[in-house]
């Protein structure tokens, strides 16, 4: 059986879910996270007008941390 795919109730793909900085856990619950400083990137696409998907950067560069 494959990992990817329907049958394991969750697909496990690299451009699905959330995604995060550093490949830390995601934590829905922000009062339970104990730190000082946070990162967090604002996909923002109307900065832009003939580069469309610079929306994409944010996830990009969390894809991207190890």
């Not at 451009?15 to 830390?24: A, D, M, P, Q, S």
């Not at 003939?50 to 944010?58: C, I, L, N």
Request: proline share 6%.
């Amino acid at each position: 059986m494959s990992t990817h795919g329907y049958e394991s109730g969750r697909l496990n793909l690299p451009f699905v879910g959330i995604c995060t900085f550093g490949k830390f856990p995601y934590e829905e619950n922000w009062d339970a996270i104990n730190a000082d400083v946070a990162v967090m990137g604002a996909p923002f696409d109307f900065g832009t007008q003939w580069r469309a998907g610079a929306r994409g950067g944010p996830r990009g560069i969390r894809e991207a941390s190890t």
